[in-house]
């Protein structure tokens, strides 16, 4: 055995480094001395419970993730930049963000003012702005809890989940005069959160003029902001500042970097350079002015090139100013970057027409219809090579890899038609990085040799009906024998679709194919993004083995295609989390660490969520891995060291045994706080059950009989249906006991039971004795049981041994992006302490979702309350029809109730209105759950449309049956629930169609 000092000192150790639990006092040898047994004895008492605080920790523990403090005259002083106050703003709870404080105290009170910046009112429009608060505190009543003029709380958050305060006020300026306030998704609340917390979540786009009025804040554009501006009047562009040049005092010249996958056209105007050869004479519309050196139409050259307009400009006009010589450099530049008023070409004479090799630089030259401005001329025996700058239209390639390039646009000092764009994270949320919400577009190519198809790449072919997009993972091989001539076999993952899908295998697979590529049309796949973007070919491998056994297939928003998009490049579009079934212990092993749930029943209602941390085999134990996870839930039993006192009178019983074997000191250590778990167990969950069967009596027992033989291999025992066989045995031992009084007799590793104090109610239970000294009746006995002390749900980390026998117990969530694990490190220990569980708003879902993305969201509740608000329109609609069948079989059956014929249609138009409300209740609730979960643009659009057409068809049905039942027809209710059907299913057949067709 280990002395007592080095033991303690290592469990000492071990709580400095783990001290969101709490770890508990082992067994101390029986040499140990008084002092130290005073000291054991200290460190067991306040080990005794995990997480349980002083009074004065508790005063600080973090109340969940936001909570407020009422400020009064002297915490209101403390006050810094950055903070997040809570305000009676127009009656209503409103959230601003402190920009500047400051105080001025008088003989009778003291003034506090506050400059915050906040979502308020400006006459009749909502905005981001400035606007100062006072509070007042009279001195005749002050007091340090004394109460402010004004109602004021501060909110607090988890220092890892908040940006810094000078970044939090920056955040906040660079959206001032914002009007893009809504209730649901962008109201003073969210505007708060997002300067001051990182999270996924927070609003990713955020439309900012640059000038409002005169006597608000105008922004000034700088390098590395982000523009929405308009070129030609129509075409609409996203880019970033690369370069800016004043003008003059109230122009700035900006270079701005563009992405030509997001123009709305296919060609854009701009000053652009190109070299032509030209054989045959020129027509020459002015020359070169006199005056205007060589020097100087070059330096116009390169300040004007690539320069696009807001409106559309007439080309030779652009030509005249720029070789107008009687204008300054600095002169020039001022009108050159202005719009042109002149939109039609002027007419002008042709001066003459002249052979290439005679141009001059600064000739205006009408050529192929463009007119231009001769640059540069160089001869040879083929003709004259022309280098000269237009301005025309230049095409845009959507389809290009690297797709960037860049634009100068002008804007004003006071500009309205460009707006600044201000993004949450432009490296998750900007095309231009390889973000953003839209799902890129791909290019497909035929294969034509096997040399195309490789490892990692995805290609497109045919399974029955559909095309299937396939996840390359090996390389492909050649058969060539004579019953298989110029045939490729590789494997491949996918979902499983057409013929079979409709036998219910839509699931991931992988699988081996052998394909003809003279007979099969075989598509390579490659995604219009940067290589930046791009997973190497063992990720892509990685990711798609992954999702393999995951049963989510959707053709609108995860199909075969969302899957291969989803493994082949980094971006926000992709499904962020996949449920994927654990079939076994190995499997869960191979995982490693991750999102996990634990399933329920029924499993579509509820599901536990945890944040599995470490995940190691035991030793001969195929079905058993010793897990650590994090998860918002109580306290389970857990083997404990506790300290015995035993009165010289007080009754126990000691259970015997035939023979008594030492156990390894050191793996005893390894088994405190840990708990023993099977994965089908009820872990408190909703019905409130305790978790681990495994009690303080089976415990003991197999301490004696099980784990002094084998050791941490005995685990076993206490889980599955080796915890019956155990059982049995103890029923057998249970009347081996015998009686006594004080603890003089007992010795270490006697078996004893107890009556003492667990989860604050006393019991029996159940101790191994550890260390003992027997003329003071004192020592240490390990137990299985809950702390002494009643815990409340809250954050905790787990440790224990699981056991998986298959599936249907546990479901791994297969994440879009990596974890930040040093990061979510850092977040539990913020949380440490607190204790507010909640089902609808702190329950363990969201505690996962915050640790990982930084929101606090429960995605199990947002499905339920979709299916409620799917499921009350069909009910009432249903409802009407059967009301109305029924009056109608009662008017021709008693004459007396044709009366009631008047009061049919109110049915029908209840169900109407009702109808119309509810569809706006889908939607409001839908831009809600876009605004939570950073739901991709595409899925918000088909879901949008699902609502639209959904309310359109029912309303349409509704309607007929109104008609129906004024020309007394007897028969409709099938043609109403006819148009609801047409509407459900023709969304859905859309995306269907395009597999069908489209590779």
């Known amino acids: 055995m280990h002395s007592a000092q080095d033991f303690l000192a290592r469990r000492l150790t071990a709580m400095e480094q783990t001290q969101n639990q709490g770890i508990f006092v082992s067994a101390v040898a029986e040499n140990t001395t008084e002092s130290d047994a005073v000291e054991a004895d200290e460190l067991a008492t306040a080990c005794d419970a995990p997480c349980e605080s002083t009074e004065s920790q508790a005063d600080t523990a973090p109340r969940v993730y936001c909570y407020e403090e009422r400020l009064t005259c002297e915490s209101i002083k403390n006050v810094a930049i950055g903070d997040v106050l809570e305000i009676r703003y127009f009656e209503l709870p409103h959230k601003i963000i402190v920009e500047n404080t400051s105080i001025v105290d008088t003989e009778q009170e003291l003034i506090i003012t506050i400059d915050a910046i906040h979502y308020g009112r400006d006459w009749l429009s909502v905005q981001v702005m400035r606007e100062k608060f006072q509070f007042i505190a009279r001195k005749d009543s002050l007091d340090p809890g004394g109460a402010l003029s004004r109602k004021c709380w501060k909110c607090h958050f988890p220092p890892t989940w908040c940006h810094p305060p000078d970044v939090v006020v920056q955040r906040a300026r660079s959206r001032l005069n914002e009007r893009e306030h809504s209730v649901i998704d962008n109201r003073a609340s969210h505007f708060a959160f997002w300067c001051k917390t990182q999270s996924v979540s927070n609003r990713a786009n955020n439309i900012v003029p640059i000038f409002v009025a005169a006597n608000q804040h105008i922004h000034e554009v700088k390098v590395g902001d982000h523009l929405n501006f308009a070129t030609d009047g129509e075409i609409e562009l996203h880019g970033e500042v690369r370069d800016a040049v004043k003008a003059s005092e109230s122009q700035v010249l900006l270079t701005m970097l563009v992405s030509s996958r997001h123009v709305n056209r296919e060609i854009i105007n701009s000053a652009h350079i190109c070299e032509t050869r030209i054989q045959k004479p020129v027509q020459v519309v002015k020359s070169a002015a006199i005056g205007l050196t060589s020097e100087d139409l070059q330096w116009r050259i390169r300040m004007i090139q690539d320069i696009s307009y807001k409106r559309l400009v007439g080309k030779l006009a652009f030509c005249l100013h ?180 409709l036998l219910g295998k839509n699931s991931v697979a992988e699988s081996s194919y052998t394909i003809n590529l003279r007979t099969t049309p075989v598509y390579v796949m490659k995604y219009c993004v940067s290589n930046e973007v791009l997973y190497s070919t063992e990720e892509v491998v990685l990711r798609a083995r992954s999702r393999l056994g995951e049963r989510q297939h959707n053709f609108q928003w995860n199909s075969g295609r969302d899957l291969a998009r989803w493994c082949s490049i980094k971006h926000q579009s992709n499904l962020e989390q996949g449920i994927v079934p654990v079939t076994s212990a190995d499997d869960l092993h191979r995982f490693q660490r991750g999102h996990i749930k634990f399933l329920k029943k029924p499993k579509s209602l509820y599901a536990h969520n945890v944040l599995l941390k470490e995940c190691s085999k035991v030793e001969d134990c195929d079905d058993v891995l010793r897990v650590i996870y994090y ?210 708003f702190n329950n363990c879902e969201h505690f996962v979702n915050y640790l990982i993305y930084g929101r606090v969201v429960c995605l199990q509740l947002v499905r339920h309350s979709r299916r409620l608000f799917g499921f009350v329109p069909s009910f009432l609609h249903h409802l009407a029809a059967d009301g109305i069948n029924f009056l109608k079989f009662a008017m021709h059956h008693a004459s007396g109730l044709r009366k009631v014929g008047v009061k049919i249609p109110i049915f029908e138009s209840v169900g109407l209105v009702l109808n119309l409300v509810i569809a706006g209740c889908r939607f409001l609730q839908l831009i809600r759950r876009r605004a939570r979960t950073a739901m991709p643009h595409e899925e918000f659009s088909m879901r949008r449309r699902y609502i639209f057409v959904d309310a359109i068809s029912s309303t349409f049905g509704v309607l007929l049956a109104l008609v129906l039942i004024a020309v007394q027809a007897t028969v409709f209710t099938p043609l109403t629930l006819c148009s609801a059907l047409i509407g459900y299913a023709l969304l859905k057949l859309i995306p269907l169609v395009k597999s069908i067709f489209v590779p």
């Not at 432009?426 to 577009?441: A, N």
């Not at 072919?461 to 492909?476: E, S």
């Not at 009556?755 to 019991?763: I, L, N, P």
């Open 322 to 501: 720029l070789t107008n010589p009687n204008l300054s450099r600095e002169d020039w530049l001022c009108r050159a970057i202005q719009v042109p008023n002149v939109t039609k070409e002027t007419a002008q004479p042709l001066c003459k027409t002249i052979r290439p090799e005679l141009l001059n630089p600064g000739d205006i030259i009408l050529h192929d219809g463009i007119y231009s401005v001769v640059s540069a001329v160089r001869c040879d025996g083929s003709g004259a090579l022309i280098t000269k700058i237009q301005y025309s239209a230049r095409r845009v390639n959507k389809n290009a890899h690297n797709c960037l390039f860049e634009i100068k646009i002008a804007i004003e000092k006071y500009e309205r038609q460009a707006v600044l764009c201000v993004h949450k994270d432009i490296f998750r949320d900007c095309h231009l990085y390889g973000g953003g919400l839209e799902t890129p577009s791909y290019t497909v190519t035929k294969v034509t040799s096997v040399n195309e198809i490789y490892k990692g790449c995805v290609i497109s072919t045919r399974d029955g009906l559909v095309f299937k997009h396939l996840v390359v993972t090996d390389c492909p091989k050649i058969i060539s024998t004579p019953a298989m001539k110029n045939q490729v076999m590789f494997s491949a993952i996918s979902y499983n679709v057409g013929p079979s899908m």
């Open 631 to 840: 998860e918002n839930n109580v306290v389970f039993k857990h083997v404990r060291i506790e300290k015995l006192d035993i009165g010289e009178d007080e009754h126990l019983q000691r259970v015997r045994y035939a023979s008594c074997r030492e156990w390894n000191q050191a793996e005893l250590e390894n088994l405190i706080d840990h708990t023993f778990l099977n994965a089908d167990d009820d872990r408190l969950g909703y019905l409130g059950m305790q978790g681990s069967r495994v009690t303080s009596q089976d415990f003991c027992f197999w301490i004696k009989t099980r784990f002094s033989k084998d050791g941490i291999k005995a685990v076993k025992n206490l889980l599955g249906e080796e915890l019956g066989l155990l059982r049995n045995e103890l029923k057998v031992k249970r009347k081996d006991t015998e009686t006594i009084v004080g603890g003089r007799s007992l010795k270490p590793l006697d078996h004893i039971v107890l009556r003492r104090t667990v989860a604050g109610k006393e019991a029996e239970v159940h101790f191994v004795i550890t260390s003992w000294d027997a003329n003071l009746s004192t020592g240490y006995g390990v137990t299985y049981e809950f702390p002494v002390k009643k815990t409340e749900m809250g954050f905790y980390e787990f440790k224990g041994f699981l056991r998986l026998t298959g599936p249907g117990q546990i479901e791994k969530v297969v994440h879009n992006s990596e974890f930040n694990w040093d990061l979510i490190q850092e977040k539990i220990r913020d949380l440490r302490g607190g204790e507010d569980y909640s089902i609808p």
